[in-house]
């Protein structure tokens, strides 16, 4: 059985650079988005959990969940380490119609997305220890959310750095404070209102001509990987078409039975 994710970090490791987080912010935001990007790695693990032989269950005592909890041994699986992003849908585009929060587990040195999910209603994210301590940040370094494609799924994120844990449990919460962006709306007679408005507003769109549209401006090179990088990159090994790993820390949180 792997050893538990939750552990002290003293002393604190260092946080990440500028020029790394703006090198995530880059790779994964857009039009009408907002991003936070944290400035700590992490770990994600994967809770799994295996029946106990029966030799080793000690006396059951009242109650079905403590009979459970005997009768099943828990693991955490790890799964990746990277950057953990919060990226907001404001749904106020075409192609991200949507309003969502969504997760991100980013990897250092590319900015590219080694895992992603979305924060709903049925997430129960959680910082672990927040509720039990007096200043709310002890042992708050693992935070715990349930899969939004299956909610009996748990995974674990524990964060190299305790502070910036709590920074981003404090972004999580403001966000999953506004019921619409996680999937609880209004009535239905305000969402035709709100569409009806809508459709008043719409303005025919006309494809520019060649002609109109500028040159690049104000560009800026954060980032950029070739098939020489493979090895230095999981996420080259581990998603591009062609390439395989044997490595099974690599394999995705969704193949696992």
Known sequence: MSPSPIQSQSPSPPKISERERTRIQHA?????????VSDSLANLYYKAKHPRPPSSISSVTTGSNSTQAQQESVEWILKYT??????????????????????????????????????????SYRVIGKESSTNGNEGSSFHTMHLSADHTKVVGISFDNEESAAVFGQ????????????????????KKIKNGDKKKKEIKWVRPRKNEISQPCAFQHVSSVSQKDTSLFSSLQNFVSGKTTTNPQLNRVDDLS
């Open 82 to 123: 990277g950057v953990p992003v919060l990226l907001f849908d404001t749904g106020e585009t075409k192609s991200r119609d949507k309003r969502k929060i969504q997760i991100i587990l980013a990897e250092l040195g590319s900015g590219l997305a080694l895992w992603k999910d979305t924060i709903d209603n049925l997430s």
């Open 171 to 190: 972004e999580v919460e403001k966000l999953t404070a506004d019921f619409a962006n996680i999937s609880l709306s209004g009535s239905k007679f305000q």
């Open 28 to 36: 994964l935001t857009g039009r009408k988005t907002k991003i936070f």
